[in-house]
């Protein structure tokens, strides 16, 4: 199909149209919720389409305008940005369900629905971009809609929160911009393949400029991708958005600043950078940080969404972690965590969403005897937390698997040790919530699961996180060629 | 309240303040301009029509709406002149054997920017104009009436 080559820009400019169109028929709920999940439909579709395009024809460079590189604006769909898009619709549409016919818990669904499509248009065209002028706006277009979900709820602790949010936010943009102005100051291009030739000529001559530019842009996106100890900002901001907002926060917004970095390495400042400097080293530590402390901090939360938002942090390390070991296995582990953890972490906060609008209790310790009043929400939510434990069978299982040999393949042992030690501590505080749900004493709350209609997008995420444990190979031709772009 | 200084004012700086931003918006271009500029000097001048007429006359009020229509409007404009690229079998944003050039030097010489520039400029107008409307209000909407 020839014009299946528009589909990178198609994707963008329907979740745009739907955004900007939502307003004006914002009195008509029915209207609304069409607009709404008739633009995540037609996303996936083309995104679906668009990645088997990339796997068979390989990668797709599209000119906008018709106005060839380096001076016209180039979108760059290869194997990596293919996935991404394909997780991100995907993911994207199932909580477009949820924020559809879930519980209310914004006033304007109109406003609401505009913020989505925004920030999903933002994170398509993120990990699509050629540029780094177009990255740098897209970056900014999803941080200010991220901020904005979670402020709408417009409680006291959502308002102070993303507030919060907003000022890190910018101090990373502002990192962002700064990196971005020093690459093209010594290269000349924002093109990212322009800019890793001419850097194989300029770099040696203005190492100072490419230090300083790399350690602003790591600066930056490691605040917008909460990465430890840049977290701060999150589990607040997570944990007081609606509950539509903190699955896509936690499932999709922060690892699409590790794609995008990820491609920047790669595509714009090439693979010696790894070589000749100790970022892989960075990664590691940090990420060991993030699952030792991510993990600890979530076993003292009493909130059950503080709890995952904490686990959040986490499972970014985990993400990171396999950049850093850089074997093949580590990073095809690495890049199925996305998907992977985008999955579970969504169904888990949907599931706890609907907990608490059901039963009214945010606090794990009433949660005692929840279970059984409301077993199809529980199933769910035990389903999400098993996979982030790692039982085989479920998808966090072979994302650790991976990770683990990768580790083995990178000849250090002592992170394969880690994954273990941090999948005992995400079981330290993930089972002790199931066990006294199900077989604690019975509280006095009445709680009863919610209509279909409500629990069909937590069921569909539940499904995906058995589909994708127990066939891992349908990822494998994405995600193996994905790793082959670092590892040759 | 009633201010017939401020009406006779307006009645003059209204209207050259528009004309000045369609020339800036028309000449985007030819010349220093275009549509974020010549957007602001036209949401300037609602801005002045609103803090003139606003206590004088309920029927003089712009409307959430028509600021709405115009931001909407805007953006709509912008990505329907993308498809259109699509639509002729080119790509996205697509100008040269698109859209007719036109006479270079004059006003209807670059194909598709004069409209981009237009949907710009009703974007920024409506935006900077809704801005004030929100500041003006102050949180009105949150207690659903305005």
Same mark, same amino acid.
């Given at each position: 199909?020839?014009?299946?080559?528009?589909?990178?820009?198609?994707?963008?400019?329907?979740?745009?149209?739907?955004?900007?169109?939502?307003?004006?028929?914002? $009195?008509?709920?029915?209207?609304?919720?069409?607009?709404?999940?008739?633009?995540?439909?037609?996303?996936?579709?083309?995104?679906?389409?668009?990645?088997? +395009?990339? =796997?068979?024809?390989?990668?797709?460079?599209?000119?906008?305008?018709?106005?060839?590189?380096?001076?016209?604006?180039?979108?760059?769909?290869?194997?990596?940005?293919?996935?991404?898009?394909?997780?991100?619709? /995907?993911?994207?549409?199932?909580?477009?369900?949820?924020?559809?016919?879930?519980?209310?818990?914004?006033?304007?669904?109109?406003?609401?629905?505009?913020?989505?499509?925004?920030?999903?248009?933002?994170?398509?065209?993120?990990?699509?971009?050629?540029?780094?002028?177009?990255?740098?706006?897209?970056?900014?277009?999803?941080?200010?809609?991220?901020?904005?979900?979670? &402020?709408?709820?417009?409680?006291?602790?959502?308002?102070?929160?993303?507030?919060?949010?907003?000022?890190?936010? *910018?101090?990373?943009?502002?990192?962002?911009?700064?990196?971005?102005?020093?690459?093209?100051?010594?290269?000349?291009?924002?093109?990212?393949?322009?800019?890793?030739?001419?850097?194989?000529?300029? *770099?040696?001559?203005?190492?100072?400029?490419?230090?300083?530019?790399?350690?602003?842009?790591?600066?930056?996106?490691?605040? $917008?991708?909460? =990465?430890?100890?840049?977290?701060?900002?999150?589990?607040?901001?997570?944990?007081?958005?609606?509950?539509?907002?903190?699955?896509?926060?936690?499932?999709?917004?922060?690892?699409?600043?590790?794609?995008?970095?990820?491609?920047?390495?790669?595509?714009?400042?090439?693979?010696?950078?790894?070589? =000749?400097?100790? #970022?892989?080293?960075?990664?590691?530590?940090?990420?060991?940080?993030?699952? #030792?402390?991510?993990?600890?901090?979530?076993? !003292?939360?009493?909130?059950?969404?503080?709890?995952?938002?904490?686990? /959040?942090?986490?499972?970014?390390?985990?993400?990171?972690?396999?950049?850093?070991?850089?074997?093949?296995?580590?990073?095809?582990?690495?890049?199925?965590?996305?998907?992977?953890?985008?999955?579970? $972490?969504?169904?888990?906060?949907?599931?706890?969403?609907? #907990?608490?609008?059901?039963?009214?209790?945010?606090?794990?310790?009433?949660?005692?005897?929840?279970?059984?009043?409301?077993?199809?929400?529980?199933? *769910?939510?035990?389903?999400?937390?098993?996979?982030?434990?790692?039982?085989?069978?479920?998808?966090?299982?072979?994302?650790?698997?991976?990770?683990?040999?990768?580790?083995?393949?990178?000849?250090?042992?002592?992170?394969?040790?880690?994954?273990?030690?941090?999948?005992?501590?995400?079981?330290?505080?993930?089972?002790?919530?199931?066990?006294?749900?199900?077989?604690?004493?019975?509280?006095? &709350?009445?709680?009863?699961?919610? *209509?279909?209609? !409500?629990?069909?997008?937590?069921?569909?995420?539940?499904?995906?996180?058995?589909?994708?444990?127990?066939?891992?190979?349908?990822?494998?031709?994405?995600?193996?060629?994905?790793?082959?772009?670092?590892?040759? | 309240?009633?201010?017939?200084?401020?009406?006779?004012?307006?009645?003059?700086?209204?209207?050259?303040?528009?004309?000045?931003?369609?020339?800036?918006?028309?000449?985007?271009?030819?010349?220093?301009?275009?549509?974020?500029?010549?957007?602001?000097?036209?949401?300037?001048?609602?801005?002045?029509?609103?803090?003139?007429?606003?206590?004088?006359?309920?029927?003089?009020?712009? +409307?959430?709406?028509?600021?709405?229509?115009?931001?909407?409007?805007? &953006?709509?404009?912008?990505?329907?002149?993308?498809?259109?690229?699509?639509?002729?079998?080119?790509?996205?944003?697509?100008?040269?054997?698109?859209?007719?050039?036109?006479?270079?030097?004059?006003?209807?010489?670059?194909?598709?920017?004069?409209?981009?520039?237009?949907?710009?400029?009703?974007?920024?107008?409506? /935006?900077?104009? $809704?801005?004030?409307?929100?500041?003006?209000?102050?949180?009105?909407?949150?207690?659903?009436?305005?």
């Amino acid at each position: 199909m020839p014009s299946l080559i528009h589909a990178p820009v198609l994707i963008v400019a329907v979740l745009l149209l739907a955004a900007f169109v939502t307003p004006l028929i914002g $009195k008509r709920p029915a209207t609304v919720n069409a607009v709404f999940l008739g633009a995540g439909l037609v996303a996936f579709v083309l995104s679906l389409s668009m990645t088997v +395009r990339v =796997l068979a024809q390989g990668t797709l460079s599209y000119p906008v305008g018709g106005w060839p590189a380096p001076y016209g604006i180039v979108v760059l769909v290869d194997v990596f940005a293919a996935y991404s898009s394909l997780v991100l619709a /995907t993911v994207a549409l199932i909580i477009f369900w949820f924020a559809a016919f879930g519980p209310r818990e914004v006033r304007h669904n109109g406003a609401y629905f505009t913020l989505i499509l925004l920030l999903t248009a933002a994170m398509q065209g993120m990990v699509m971009a050629g540029d780094l002028f177009n990255l740098f706006v897209f970056i900014e277009i999803s941080s200010l809609a991220a901020i904005a979900i979670i &402020a709408i709820k417009g409680t006291k602790e959502s308002v102070e929160a993303s507030f919060r949010y907003l000022v890190l936010s *910018a101090l990373g943009s502002g990192g962002l911009l700064f990196g971005i102005a020093l690459i093209f100051m010594i290269t000349g291009h924002l093109n990212m393949d322009y800019i890793r030739t001419t850097l194989t000529v300029t *770099a040696e001559q203005y190492p100072l400029n490419l230090l300083t530019s790399i350690g602003l842009m790591g600066v930056g996106f490691g605040v $917008k991708a909460a =990465l430890f100890p840049m977290h701060v900002w999150l589990p607040d901001a997570h944990s007081n958005a609606p509950t539509a907002s903190s699955a896509l926060l936690s499932g999709l917004v922060v690892k699409v600043y590790i794609i995008a970095l990820m491609r920047i390495t790669y595509l714009a400042l090439g693979l010696e950078i790894f070589e =000749l400097l100790p #970022i892989r080293h960075l990664f590691l530590a940090l990420s060991t940080g993030a699952l #030792i402390v991510g993990s600890v901090f979530a076993m !003292v939360q009493d909130n059950v969404k503080r709890l995952l938002a904490f686990s /959040t942090v986490a499972q970014v390390g985990y993400i990171f972690l396999g950049f850093g070991l850089f074997s093949q296995r580590a990073i095809e582990g690495g890049v199925l965590h996305i998907l992977n953890h985008a999955v579970m $972490k969504s169904l888990l906060f949907l599931a706890a969403g609907v #907990i608490i609008h059901q039963s009214g209790i945010k606090r794990l310790s009433q949660f005692s005897g929840l279970g059984r009043k409301m077993p199809l929400t529980f199933v *769910a939510f035990t389903i999400g937390a098993m996979s982030m434990v790692g039982v085989p069978g479920t998808a966090g299982f072979i994302s650790k698997l991976y990770l683990a040999l990768g580790a083995l393949d990178a000849d250090m042992l002592i992170f394969a040790i880690l994954i273990l030690i941090s999948s005992l501590l995400n079981a330290a505080y993930y089972f002790p919530i199931i066990i006294s749900a199900f077989f604690g004493k019975e509280s006095d &709350a009445g709680a009863t699961d919610p *209509a279909f209609v !409500v629990l069909a997008p937590v069921a569909v995420l539940a499904g995906m996180v058995f589909f994708f444990g127990l066939f891992p190979s349908i990822m494998v031709p994405l995600v193996r060629q994905t790793a082959l772009l670092f590892v040759r | 309240m009633h201010d017939m200084i401020l009406e006779m004012l307006g009645r003059v700086l209204i209207p050259a303040t528009q004309l000045f931003g369609a020339y800036i918006l028309f000449h985007g271009h030819l010349s220093p301009g275009g549509g974020f500029s010549g957007g602001t000097i036209i949401g300037a001048s609602f801005i002045f029509y609103s803090l003139v007429y606003r206590f004088s006359a309920k029927k003089h009020r712009l +409307r959430h709406e028509t600021s709405l229509w115009f931001e909407i409007g805007g &953006a709509l404009i912008y990505v329907g002149a993308g498809l259109v690229g699509i639509l002729f079998g080119r790509h996205f944003l697509t100008n040269q054997g698109v859209f007719p050039i036109g006479e270079p030097g004059r006003i209807w010489s670059s194909g598709m920017i004069l409209l981009v520039t237009l949907g710009i400029g009703a974007k920024v107008a409506g /935006t900077v104009f $809704k801005l004030f409307q929100e500041l003006l209000e102050g949180g009105a909407e949150q207690d659903g009436h305005h």
